[in-house]
């Protein structure tokens, strides 16, 4: 009997807590693949019960998305001009948060590209060059202006491959389908990549700052998950991860 006891006010206990678990979505650029799956970790093992599932793609689509209805809790964007004009739309709660700086690297899973400078590019060797899409992605756009900016742009147009987001672009140089590509710092320096090849940064005097920033979406106002979560994001633990990937972080950037 006892033990029947202990199993029900056991069961009762699961019962509540998950009636009373909160769920999010969190829409997230793709360069925060590496560094947002680790804070997740941390976060989950410090909210057992609590849902948040994360999607990573591109920051202007997921902007698109937002304005049409999508069900994202959180946006974060590798251009804060995303959710900059979210906010002046009526679809934030509140003001653009920025979280980070973003950098961009030559890399390549079969070429030296620690030794490489983009005017490599032009090398007929090189036959295919990945970058992110520009029309949507921001690191595609950072490319652009930093091959426009070295006097490349019309060079290689013709071996240019275009990825939907800056994982994509990763991918088609990881799996030989460019032989090197600008990707985003993080993902050079994530544990899957970092192993594979090597990377070049790229001058940041040779594009417009990548300055990153996140929203919680007006469907999330009253939330108190979604402003737990963002606790966690700006904990100590959390910019810690976020440095290790390479992002400049808001009180780390000089310029600011």
Avoid: C
Wanted: glycine letters at 6%; a positive charge; aromatic letters at 10%.
């Amino acid at each position: 009997m006892k033990r029947i006891k202990q199993f029900l006010i056991s069961f009762l206990l699961l019962f509540s807590v998950s009636l009373y678990a909160e769920k999010i979505t969190v829409a997230a650029a793709s360069d925060l693949k590496f560094a947002m799956d680790e804070i997740l970790v941390s976060f989950k093992k410090a909210n057992p019960g609590e849902e948040v599932d994360v999607v990573y793609g591109s920051s202007g689509k997921f902007q698109t998305q937002i304005r049409q209805g999508a069900p994202f809790d959180l946006y974060f964007s590798a251009d804060i001009a995303f959710p900059r004009e979210l906010v002046k739309e009526g679809f934030a709660s509140g003001e653009v948060v920025p979280y980070a700086l973003g950098r961009i690297v030559l890399w390549s899973a079969s070429l030296d590209a620690t030794k490489a400078t983009l005017s490599v590019l032009t090398d007929p060797k090189i036959k295919r060059i990945a970058i992110a899409n520009p029309k949507h992605a921001p690191y595609g756009k950072r490319a652009e202006e930093a091959l426009k900016a070295s006097g490349l742009w019309e060079k290689i147009q013709e071996k240019l491959v275009l990825g939907e987001n800056i994982a994509q672009t990763a991918q088609f140089v990881e799996t030989g389908n460019a032989e090197i590509g600008i990707i985003a710092l993080s993902l050079a320096l994530s544990p899957e990549l970092a192993k594979k090849g090597g990377y070049w940064l790229i001058p940041e005097n040779l594009h417009e700052p990548l300055e990153q920033g996140f929203i919680v979406t007006k469907r999330a106002a009253d939330l108190p998950l979604a402003k737990k979560f963002v606790e966690h994001i700006r904990a100590k633990s959390s910019r810690t991860i976020m440095r290790r990937y390479g992002f400049v972080l808001p009180e780390d950037n000089p310029a600011k």
